[in-house]
């Protein structure tokens, strides 16, 4: 021991962590690399294997197709996909949409008319509201996203949601802002915060429409809550009254099981979805995955209700769950999730070594949590992402 220093001797006493297992198969279930767009070139070169990428806004849902051109199918050697894609109007950008469905037979609304609506307090700052783009109509967004979707029969309907916390960027700059010509436009770019929300009755009308579009086509959603966790589960277990799952009671399921063994010679027949081979369209998303979820054990009980139809997962970023000290709440929450109900994600604005970097670190942080054996835990987070993505038994 004699010449060798304290912190030598103590690295040889820390276990050195096991090295990372990228064979077996990495999968970011939320990120934003168009928000970066010269970054989608990395992507080939990543170790981690696919990303499901979000769209939020204008700017970047052509983006989005653009580069799922290229990286969306598998190759002439078989190997998989490096990119799911996801289109939708983030709630940030909300405001930017009208409901023309109330409007049938008259005009669009002027755009002062449009975001004195919409925006809390309603803004009388004329420099302000003409800095806004001009509002676009719900039903315009819905065909556009409905196009992509009919184009990647495997895309996701995202990033959608409720946020009460977000302010509209507003006309004052920061004082130490360097543009970035690498950013993709739309952005808040370096501007100050308004004191204009969006108010959330119409978040939630630009979010229930975009719920029953992927009702419509049985397609997974992303959804992003803030400040809004109850109103997110109201919203979401509004489309799907009148379709919850019967829980039997314990003599029912005694019944049914005497029932089953006395006709189970029978032939038994075939679901409709079965039979027929068409897509049972519904008012809710088949599979719903909470991105970078902040909620409290409590309101996580209320999704993982046996009666709720929809399966729901929950995913969870370093950058957002874990961003400065370990968060109790967070380890609370990741520690009562049913281990097939999981994800990981980078929620990362570029794609390359930063974002693999990140997407090691949280599944490291949830395979330590859950106590999984780090190569049990990667296998099983890719199970639930290809679970989450394609539905189960079908990837």
Known sequence: MAGQSADSVANKMVPEEP???????????????????????????????ALTIMATRGQDQDLVAHFADKLYSRNEEGEERRI???????????HQIYDDQPLAGSGPPTRQAHYQRVLTPPPEDEDFICSLPEPRPLSGLLRQIGSYLGRYPLALVGEIGLDRAFRVPGLQMLDD?????????????????????????????????????????????????????????????????????????????????????????????????????????RPYPPRICLHSYSGTPDTLRQYLQPSVPATIFFSFSRLVNFCSSPSDKAVAVIRAIPEDRILAESDLHAAGDRMDELMEEIVRTICQIKAWPLEQGVKQLA????????????S
């Open 177 to 281: 802002y360097e543009e970035d010509p690498a950013v993709t436009s739309g952005s808040r770019a370096g501007r100050r915060l308004s004191p204009y929300r969006v108010k959330v009755e119409h978040q939630q009308r630009i979010l229930n429409a975009q719920l029953r579009l992927a009702g419509k086509l049985q397609r997974a959603v992303s959804v992003h809550g803030v400040a809004a966790h109850g109103v997110v589960y109201e919203t979401l277990a509004q489309t799907w009254l009148g379709y919850k799952r019967n829980v039997p009671s314990k003599r029912e399921r005694k019944r049914r099981v005497s029932f089953n063994a006395a006709h189970e010679d029978d032939d038994g027949g075939e679901s409709e979805v079965a039979s027929s081979g068409a897509i049972m369209s």
């Open 383 to 394: 199970l639930n992402w290809k679970n989450f993505v394609f539905g189960e038994g079908c």
């Open 19 to 49: 090295a990372f297992p990228w064979h077996l198969g990495v999968y970011d279930a939320h990120c934003h690399p168009t928000d970066t767009a010269a970054s989608l070139e990395q992507i080939p070169r990543m170790r981690t294997r």
């Open 84 to 94: 799911i894609p996801a289109f939708g109007w983030h709630p940030w950008f909300s």
